[in-house]
């Protein structure tokens, strides 16, 4: 690996950057703590690894919030991304430029055929919801939205409103409109364990009758829930959920913001893998491996519908982020990515499984790709969270040099996301970590 100028360990004092974050930054940055008693701090990244003050290395299976899908430093990105910005570091959406122009069209190209598809560029992955939310409303011309229960679409105004899970809602505005139906959850669902997607589909009918006012403006859902702790759409149920919609009058949203652009492994799209056309579809995150861009890809008649309402933003489009994007589209394709993940998920499922048999404390693993989730439980029977035992698992995992999220409301699923060129070496350790985490975990209970 070659060595990018890193800082001279300790050259960051760590006292004095947590004091000044914690002076200047505000308190509303704390939402979402990951180490809150001890942060990580981190000074430069390198393919799937960062790196902290004192020169340590962690292999990031948070990929920066999913967001470095091809790795830290790539160099197609750095040259593409830094030939623009020497040329032009910004051209504002007053005037036409040639980047976001050819970058749509790219995008289109991997979307499905035979649709005239056309792509709204944005900074964020809630910006983009709410503009997909806004498109949804002024086409339909109805107002009222389903998302499922524990769906996370980012905490904007309008995003936040159709966030459905405690820890997400606050007593604070959100947009109006929204109700909330079950989510097919296949693990721990209200329906039960394995119960189908025929009685969701079912309660997400009797939703839109008892909830809205019959024509709704649209449906929203993550073919993986993310946030929520990895939870799938089982096969099938996003054609099936997108059938109900339309004959409500709505329009069809795939939030792609966790699971587009290959890391799904099987398909590039989340919605290919349930055979479903959504009407517009979200993107952000991955899409500028690192860079802040995020976008909407919708219907030609549903933009043009939403053409006569005024939406602007300054940055949109930036030619730099999107320079950084199209590196994405193109290295995806050349090193093959979404191969590798597909391989990289089935060697970390196939791992997972032999924990599985071995650690009680794992109640589920699920997911496809390099979209993971392990959920841990105190009782394989009652499904009870096993809480405390994840922290200490996760501290266990960072002492090691691998960095993980929990997720879902109860924070008991751990969530893999490395970046998507993540090699066999690399998720070899990070299972043998995770099998030695687990191990000490169950030799404290018996010492207890
Ligand atoms: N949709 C999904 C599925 C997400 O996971 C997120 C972010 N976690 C968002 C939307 C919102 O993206 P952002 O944080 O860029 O606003």
């Not at 899908?69 to 051209?91: D, I, K, N």
């Not at 929203?220 to 946030?227: H, R, S």
């Not at 500028?288 to 300054?314: H, K, L, M, W, Y």
């Amino acid at each position: 690996m070659s060595e990018r100028t890193p800082p001279a360990p300790g050259a960051v004092d760590r006292t004095a950057l947590i004091e000044r974050r914690t002076r200047y930054l505000s308190p509303s940055l704390r939402t979402f703590p990951l180490y809150p008693d001890d942060p990580l701090v981190l000074v430069r990244a390198e393919g799937p690894y960062v790196f902290d003050e004192t020169g340590r290395r962690y292999l990031d299976g948070t990929a920066q919030n999913v967001c470095i899908s091809l790795g830290f430093a790539h160099p197609v990105t750095l040259a593409m991304a830094g030939e623009q910005m020497a040329r032009m570091q910004h051209c504002t959406t007053l005037f036409f430029h040639d980047q976001p122009a050819r970058y749509a069209e790219e995008l289109v190209a991997r979307m499905p055929a035979g649709h005239d598809w056309v792509v709204h560029l944005v900074n964020s992955g809630a910006e983009a919801i709410d503009l997909a939310y806004a498109m949804a409303r002024a086409h339909t011309g109805h107002f009222e939205m389903v998302s499922l229960r524990n769906a996370y679409h980012g905490l904007h105004f309008g995003a936040s409103g159709s966030a459905a899970f405690a820890p997400c809602r606050t007593p604070t505005a959100a947009m109006q409109g929204f109700v909330h139906a079950m989510h097919p959850d296949q693990y721990k669902g209200a329906f039960g364990p394995h119960a189908g997607i025929e009685p969701y589909l079912d309660e997400l009918e009797r939703t839109i009758f008892s909830s809205t006012s019959g024509r709704i403006a649209g449906m929203i859902v993550e073919p993986i829930q993310g946030f929520g702790g990895v939870v799938p759409m089982p096969p099938g149920y996003l054609r099936r959920a997108f059938e109900i919609v339309r004959a409500a009058g709505g329009a069809c949203i795939s939030d792609e913001v966790q699971t587009g652009f290959g890391r799904m492994g099987s398909h590039y799209w989340g919605f290919e893998a349930h055979d479903a056309l959504p009407d517009i579809v979200v993107i952000g995150k991955g899409m500028g491996n690192g860079f802040p861009i995020a976008g909407v890809i919708a219907r030609r008649d549903i933009a043009e519908s939403f053409a006569q309402v005024r939406f602007f933003n300054t940055f949109g489009g930036n030619p730099v982020s999107v320079a950084a994007a199209r590196s994405v589209l193109k290295v995806i394709d050349d090193e093959r990515l979404q191969a590798n993940a597909r391989a990289r998920g089935e060697q970390l499922l196939a791992g997972l499984a032999t924990l599985q048999a071995r650690h009680p404390l794992i109640g589920d693993v699920r997911g496809c790709g390099l979209i993971l989730g392990v959920e841990l439980v105190e009782d394989r029977q009652t499904r009870r969270p096993a809480v405390a035992a994840g922290d200490r698992i996760q501290r266990r995992m960072r002492a090691a040099g691998f960095i993980n999220v929990k997720g879902s409301a109860t924070r008991n699923t751990f969530r893999i996301n490395p970046p998507m060129s993540v090699t066999a070496g690399d998720c070899d350790e990070w299972l043998d970590a995770f099998d030695r985490s687990l191990a000490a975990e169950s030799e404290a209970r018996r010492a207890a």
